[in-house]
């Protein structure tokens, strides 16, 4: 109910039924909660859907919803880049309260409508394909990352005229060798801690695959120290590109796919660690969703764990064999939305807090960046404005480590924080050069790395 302190409780999406791409009832649905958040305003701050939906209703002939064209809406859908964070944090109206509003859900639910009709535009399509771009890009990684560099200036704005991709936001650079590659299978255990007191596998996702195995890597040397047995496995993308972009039946055959595959693992008693929170939340919790009734998807729900997450279990019940030491120049820590759309607490920051003499500064905004949302031409100034509170904090705290749980936010924000720098740099001190992954700071802490 209103003002309760329980978490909000989500309905299965109801994608295969005719009447969930109904636009009649897609506009009444939308109309109904437009309503409801207009009257409410408490997520005017979140991102930028709601700025955008209270100025098409302040700027209306009454200053209400009921002048308001529905052919307007579709702005508001599109800045929502799904981190749930009205729904698992700000909105007072979620179920079990009788309005029943799941915002983000909505707004897929229009999108999903809008990609059965053939509306998804085809090089947003192609960037959600992100296993065969990671595949392709890796065999000639060196050309593929100069010619995806910010600071080129041939091919960049080639790009942004073809893909609509912003000239000016930094891309993810690719590796040639992908992290299953990388691997060890399985790595040596620490001889001082317990044998086999736990066995993982972890789900190496897209981004730590393709674009940043050091992260993968890092984890499995952590937990390799910890006495944990790990095996690395990926059938294949989470599908989250493809959430985003509304291609539903897409993503439920990615889910069972990787459920079926990940299955003999649990049953041999694997625990199942995902590297990025998004591709977490999608296991524990997107699918099952759009799956309710697949046991597959269930059991590997029931045995996720986000990586960090997984890490604080180990030092709570078992204790920390490799323990790490301190780590210098303190850490700004930002906390990812689909970390904190799971619901289990701050992990990343309780992790980090194991190092001995932390200087932590925990940064609980917004980065702006939005998975591919914040990287399009009409997107990525309006990224670094919703971002610019969290690379604002870490600008001036000056600490030697800028962290985010999600790669993708920690490079938007020093993208930020370079714009802060150049603005004012008496306030704003140089950025690091890189963002790191947490469990990469605990790693390193760890002597592991």
């Given at each position: 109910m209103?003002?309760?302190?329980?978490?909000?409780?989500?309905?299965p999406l109801d994608w295969k039924s005719d009447s969930f791409y109904d636009t009649d009832a897609i506009d009444a649905e939308l109309r109904r909660v437009f309503d409801i958040c207009h009257g409410c305003r408490?997520?005017?701050?979140?991102?930028?859907?709601?700025?955008?939906?209270f100025d098409l209703i302040d700027e209306s002939d009454s200053g209400e919803l009921d002048t308001v064209d529905s052919a307007d809406f579709k702005p508001v859908v599109d800045a929502c880049t799904l981190c749930d964070m009205c729904f698992m944090s700000t909105c007072p109206y979620t179920p079990p309260h009788e309005f029943q509003l799941d915002f983000p859900h909505l707004m897929l639910r229009y999108r999903a409508t809008e990609h059965k009709q053939g509306k998804t535009p085809f090089w947003d399509q192609q960037m959600t394909k992100?296993?065969?771009?990671?595949?392709?890009?890796?065999l000639v990684a060196p050309v593929a990352n100069w010619a995806t560099d910010r600071g080129n200036r041939i091919t960049r704005p080639i790009l942004e005229d073809i893909a609509d991709v912003d000239r000016n936001a930094d891309l993810p650079k690719f590796h040639a060798k992908s992290f299953t590659a990388h691997a060890v299978h399985p790595p040596a255990r620490?001889?001082?801690?317990?044998?086999?007191?736990?066995?993982?596998?972890?789900?190496?996702?897209?981004?730590?695959?393709?674009?940043?195995?050091?992260?993968?890597?890092?984890?499995?040397?952590?937990?390799?120290?910890?006495?944990?047995?790990?095996?690395?496995?990926?059938?294949?993308?989470?599908?989250?590109?493809?959430?985003e972009q509304g291609d539903l039946e897409d993503v439920a055959r990615r889910a069972k796919n990787v459920a079926l595959t990940l299955k003999p693992?649990?049953?041999?008693?694997?625990?199942?660690?995902?590297?990025?929170?998004?591709?977490?939340?999608?296991?524990?919790?997107?699918?099952?969703?759009?799956?309710p009734d697949d046991p597959d998807i269930a059991l590997l729900a029931g045995v996720t764990r986000d990586v960090a997450e997984y890490i604080v279990d180990i030092a709570r019940n078992e204790g920390l064999?490799?323990?790490?030491?301190?780590?210098?120049?303190?850490?700004?820590?930002?906390?990812?939305?689909?970390?904190?759309?799971?619901?289990?607490?701050?992990?990343a920051a309780e992790m980090l807090r194991l190092i001995p003499e932390m200087d932590l500064k925990i940064i609980e905004?917004?980065?702006?960046?939005?998975?591919?949302?914040g990287i399009k031409k009409d997107n990525f100034e309006v990224a670094l404005k919703v971002g610019k509170n969290a690379a604002r904090t870490a600008g001036r705290e000056d600490k030697a480590h800028v962290a985010s749980e999600c790669p993708l936010a920690g490079v938007h924000m020093l993208q930020g924080m370079e714009r802060l720098h150049a603005e004012n740099p008496d306030t704003f001190k140089t950025p690091p050069s890189v963002a790191s992954h947490p469990i990469e700071l605990f790693a390193k802490a760890c002597g592991l790395i």
């Open positions: 209103e003002g309760g302190l329980g978490a909000p409780e989500r309905h408490l997520c005017f701050n979140l991102c930028d859907s709601f700025p955008r939906l992100t296993d065969r771009n990671g595949k392709l890009a890796g620490n001889a001082e801690a317990p044998a086999a007191a736990r066995k993982a596998v972890l789900y190496a996702t897209c981004f730590v695959n393709y674009n940043n195995p050091a992260i993968g890597t890092a984890t499995q040397a952590i937990l390799a120290a910890n006495g944990v047995e790990t095996e690395v496995v990926y059938p294949e993308c989470c599908g989250m590109p493809q959430l693992w649990i049953e041999d008693g694997h625990d199942v660690i995902a590297l990025v929170p998004s591709c977490a939340l999608m296991l524990k919790f997107e699918w099952p969703l759009m799956l064999v490799a323990e790490p030491k301190p780590l210098k120049g303190g850490v700004s820590l930002h906390l990812a939305c689909h970390a904190r759309a799971q619901n289990m607490g701050q992990k905004r917004c980065s702006g960046h939005g998975g591919s949302w």
